[in-house]
Nanobody, 124 residues
Framework: QVQLVESGGGLVQAGGSLRLSCAAS????????MGWFRQAPGKEREFVAA????????YYTDSVKGRFTISRDNAKNTVDLQMNSLKPEDTAVYYC?????????????????WGQGTQVTVSS
């Protein structure tokens, strides 16, 4: 059974940092695109970042560029999201995602595997 398990969420003040981690089990994702989505209350699920299987190609939504950094460790089957200069509008449940192949999409329907989510709350 494939599982993606997120950790690292919490409460932080505006301007602070958090690091989210996602550990995958049940299959190797070393040849697959992995990434992060988020969903704030009353809003649709939103693409945040993705990373190609080699770890050299990264993609970000405009609102997090320059503040968030996605990385992966294929040997450990993990993907991380370093979030700096956090803003109250970053408050959301953050989901780790993975595809079965190496293509990149911003549409959440294109991702086969999802974690259960971790809450990130940024206070002003």
């Amino acid at each position: 059974q494939v599982q993606l398990v997120e950790s690292g969420g919490g409460l932080v003040q505006a301007g602070g940092s958090l690091r989210l981690s996602c550990a995958a089990s049940g299959r190797a994702f070393s040849s697959s695109t992995m990434g992060w989505f988020r969903q704030a209350p009353g809003k649709e699920r939103e693409f945040v970042a993705a990373i190609g299987w080699r770890g050299t190609s990264t993609y970000y939504t405009d609102s997090v560029k320059g503040r968030f950094t996605i990385s992966r460790d294929n040997a450990k089957n993990t993907v991380d999201l370093q979030m700096n200069s956090l803003k109250p509008e970053d408050t959301a449940v953050y989901y780790c995602v993975a595809r079965s192949d190496s293509y990149y999409y911003t549409d959440p329907r294109r991702y086969n595997y999802w974690g259960q989510g971790t809450q990130v709350t940024v206070s002003s």
